[in-house]
């Protein structure tokens, strides 16, 4: 196993520690686990606060700043956070006026983050939650009843985050979340399986000349496994699937996401192939991101995720956001 770490079991803390030396503009518990925008609580807005297992970053810490969320809470490598974390976020950054929880959906997840709120409220925190479920690949997987939480989680935080730096309530800040979950959907392929530090070898076989077609960001196998296609064969089946689902009336927001180790002169390769599909397809694209933001560790392959976008959906895709990971508009 060759990995930049020095033992599997403190892996997060460094990593947390890490992220403390080089971003001031974050305060960084890595005792309790919890990153938090220096300058919560922040007077009369709707705090934003996710989390999940370490392994995908940026999410969630990268996107920790003015105009996306407020906490994050990065549990064990693929492992949830507990409710602790949770708690201590919400506690650390609301100002009254509420906080959201942004939960991808994983089983762990759900019922911690659930807890969480359940004992946040108790101390007087009015807590709201947006489910995130945009995977069309499986319909119950391993590690989820339901859809899993993947690629759209970004597109939640970014816009719902975006809705809360305006100063919207927190009824609608969580209702625009809702409404970006529901016009969203992905699909991920894999090159390579990951490999878990604790484990120290791939989660799954994969033969040279194969690739997974709908795997999941915890190392999940996919639901079909080919021989290798070319990037024009992957963008068809890809964008096909996700279409097929989502059958977009209007433009789109598009994702085209690494899972961690493809470069971005591949991924811009793929873009392109992407863009093209859809253009064939009649579907006019509104905003393009491109990028590595939601991984799974070292795994290499790619995601397609679409957001059908209506004008506020766009503005709010627009407004400003300074964090780790995304920053325009500043």
């Keep these: ?3 930049l770490i020095n033992v599997p079991e403190t892996v997060v803390a460094d990593a947390l520690r890490g992220i403390a030396a080089a971003h001031p503009e974050l305060n960084v518990d890595v005792e309790n686990r919890v990153v938090v925008r220096r300058d919560a609580p922040v007077a ?12 995908h970053e940026p999410l969630h810490a990268g996107f920790v700043g003015p105009g996306m969320l407020s906490a994050a ?3 064990e490598v693929f492992t949830s956070p507990v409710p602790d974390q949770m ?5 650390a950054v609301d100002s009254g006026a509420g906080v959201l929880f942004v939960v991808k959906n994983y089983t762990g997840d759900v019922l911690n983050f659930e807890m969480a709120a359940e004992l946040a409220e108790d101390e007087g925190v009015q807590i ?5 479920d945009d995977d069309v690949a499986v319909t119950d997987s391993l590690y989820t009843a339901g859809r899993r939480g993947t ?3 970004l597109f939640v935080e970014k816009i719902a985050g975006a809705a809360a730096e305006e100063g919207a309530p927190l009824e609608r800040v969580e209702a625009i979340g809702r409404r970006v979950n529901e016009r969203s959907r992905s699909f991920g392929v894999a090159l390579s399986a990951c490999t878990t530090p604790a484990k120290g070898s791939p989660t799954f076989d994969l033969p040279p000349g194969e690739l997974e077609l709908g795997i999941g960001i915890h190392g999940e196998p996919g639901r079909e496994r080919r021989p290798m296609m070319t990037s024009r064969e992957i963008a068809d089946y890809t964008v096909e699937v996700v279409l097929e689902d989502l059958r977009p009336k209007g433009p789109v927001l598009l994702l085209v996401n690494g899972m961690g180790a493809t470069p971005l002169l591949e991924l811009y390769g793929f873009n392109a192939e992407v863009q093209r599909v859809l253009k064939e397809r009649g579907v006019a694209v509104a905003r393009t991101l491109v990028g590595n933001y939601v ?7 790619c995601s397609v995720t679409l957001c059908e976008a209506d004008d506020e959906l766009v503005r709010l895709w627009d407004a400003p956001v300074q964090t780790t990971a995304l920053r325009w508009g500043r």
Excluded: E, I, N, Y
């Excluded at 009369?44 to 392994?55: E, N, R, T, Y």
């Excluded at 709201?128 to 995130?132: D, F, N, S």
């Design 1 to 3: 196993m060759r990995m």
């Design 44 to 55: 009369g807005k709707v705090a934003l606060v996710s989390g999940g297992g370490s392994g």
């Design 73 to 75: 809470c990065p549990g």
């Design 87 to 91: 708690v201590r976020a919400a506690a």
């Design 128 to 132: 709201a939650k947006v489910l995130v």
């Design 151 to 153: 690629g759209a989680t």
């Design 295 to 301: 991984t799974s560790l070292d795994m290499a392959g």
